[in-house]
């Protein structure tokens, strides 16, 4: 059977033909299909530069290589002569694996809306990526089991509040990490390495999701990352069943423990239905914190290249300074910018369950969908500010309507940790920002000018205290 995909609120400026399941154009066409020379030159600049940095976890050596290469923008410039091409696909890709790549913004806003039917998360290369340390996640289940692990994400990381409730209790650990963090910067004659950086945010990560004890317990972050590893091999490596159990024990008593202040205790007493899996949620958030690390550097890197965001962000701060969890709306713009500059998720995605058709002909049910983020974020022909810090384009939420920037994601599989993330990472960034000058070292970044890449693990600042 196949499904007509919803066509709802269209702009007006890019609506686009009418489908129905009696078109009969588009039940006897297939979709365009590019050539097996096109679908090696696709797999080449797009797919490969992804898989090598390492989708699960990255590959410090690789990213650099992809930054040095310029391998990114080459990957937005093939997806960009696909399109010239294609016209608005989808276009299937010559492969064994039934995929497809999404080339017009209408049919990423659809397809985001019509998850997990027909367009489900659990997708094939993802389960066996993510089945290696959290088989029962959100992100891979589908029908009930999902419906029940989304409500327990939603639910535990507050998705309906920009200022998590247990705000107030995350603040004091925000704040003495990067106090200390400042100390350890101050003992190396003022350089903030990222490295460094990384090490100061995760003592952050585990004392918020599972309680001040947890501080230095870097075993369990640790196994986190070894079993992510295992995972960028996908199903070409067999899953270290020992090494999972003991992830998903350790997850599971530190969450009985409920300890006060930290997630653990907000969703001590939530029950979702007995599919709902907590200790198989947690290892997603430590995955997903490390991007937001990422994020964290290169908004630090983007303000100390650009003073006058600097100046508006210490403004900001200084006028929410009496409360307790300010919402610091400048650097949630610049983590935003950050992620739509350098997406840490650039590739998005889906699978139908059933066919589907799309005005120029049908999917195929089990086609692999793949949203390339940074082809819409970085597309110079239809945004002026594509290759520029523009943290003022996240003042108002984006809408529907708009051209789609999705670096946390969009419609019912959103990330629901996205209000979390930037409520942390920014006020993780506001306290180095208040105490600190700061310049950076490593690299430099030409306003207007921003790379296709900026490797995070090379990052380097240094850090005086205002005169
Ligand atoms: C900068 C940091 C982050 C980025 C860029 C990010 C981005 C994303 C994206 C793009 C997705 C959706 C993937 C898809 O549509 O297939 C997603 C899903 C998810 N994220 Fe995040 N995320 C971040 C941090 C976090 C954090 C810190 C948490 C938890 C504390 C979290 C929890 C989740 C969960 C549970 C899902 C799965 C949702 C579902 O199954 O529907 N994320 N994230």
Redesign the pocket.
């Known amino acids: 059977m196949s499904q007509t995909l919803p066509e709802k609120d269209q702009p007006s400026s890019r609506r686009v033909p009418s489908v129905s399941s009696t078109d009969a154009n588009s039940r006897q066409n297939p979709l365009p299909q590019a050539t097996i020379r096109e679908t090696l030159q696709i797999l080449r600049d797009v797919e490969l530069p992804m898989i090598a940095k390492g989708p699960i976890i990255r590959r410090p050596k690789v990213v650099e290589l992809v930054a040095r290469t310029g391998w990114e923008t080459q990957a937005v410039k093939r997806m960009q002569k696909v399109a010239d091409r294609y016209g608005t696909g989808p276009l299937m890709l010559s492969t064994p694996k039934k995929m497809a790549m999404v080339l017009d913004p209408e049919h990423v806003h659809r397809i985001?809306d019509a998850?997990p039917e027909p367009f489900a998360?659990a997708e094939t290369l993802?389960r066996h990526a993510l089945k290696h340390f959290e088989p029962k996640?959100?992100?891979i289940?589908h029908g009930e089991e999902?419906t029940q692990?989304?409500q327990l994400?939603e639910a535990a990381?507050d998705t309906d509040h920009p200022i998590h409730r247990m705000a107030e209790s995350f603040m004091p650990a925000v704040r003495e990490e990067a106090e200390a963090l400042l100390r350890e910067v101050d003992a190396k004659g003022g350089t903030l390495e990222y490295p460094d950086f990384y090490q100061a945010w995760f003592r952050v990560v585990r004392r918020v999701?599972l309680g001040d004890s947890h501080r230095d317990d870097r075993q369990i972050t640790d196994l986190t990352e070894k079993l992510r590893g295992d995972g960028n091999w996908a199903f070409l490596k067999p899953v270290d069943k020992a090494g999972r159990k003991d992830l998903l024990d350790q997850i599971g008593a530190a969450l009985s423990k409920a300890e006060p202040g930290s997630l653990a205790a907000f969703m001590k007493d939530m029950d979702f239905g007995p599919e709902d899996q907590p200790a198989n949620?947690v290892p997603?958030?430590f995955f997903?914190?490390d991007?937001?690390g990422m994020?964290s550097a290169r908004s630090l890197a983007l303000l100390a290249e650009h003073p006058e965001h600097m100046a508006k962000a210490r403004e900001q701060i200084a006028a929410e300074g009496a409360e307790t969890a300010p919402m610091l709306q400048h650097l949630r713009g610049t983590?935003l910018e950050s992620?739509r500059l350098w997406a840490?998720?650039p590739m998005?995605?889906?699978e139908t369950t059933r066919e589907v058709e799309f005005e120029h002909g049908v999917m195929p049910a089990g086609t692999s969908v793949l949203i390339f983020a940074p082809f819409f974020h970085r597309d110079e022909r239809n945004l002026d500010f594509a290759h520029s810090f523009s943290p003022e384009i996240w003042e108002e939420p984006r809408t529907r309507d708009q051209w789609p920037l999705?670096?946390?994601?969009a419609g019912t599989?959103?990330?629901?940790?996205?209000h979390?993330?930037l409520l942390l990472?920014s006020n993780f960034l506001a306290e180095i920002i208040r105490a600190k000058d700061v310049t950076l070292t490593s690299h430099s970044l030409e306003p207007g000018s921003m790379p296709g890449l900026l490797n995070n693990f090379t990052l380097e600042f240094e850090l005086t205290s205002p005169a």
């Open positions: 985001l998850s998360t993802k996640v959100s992100l289940s999902r692990r989304r994400n990381l999701v949620q997603q958030w997903a914190f991007p937001a994020a983590v992620l840490t998720t998005i995605l889906r999705m670096p946390f994601s599989a959103i990330c629901p940790g996205r979390l993330v990472t």
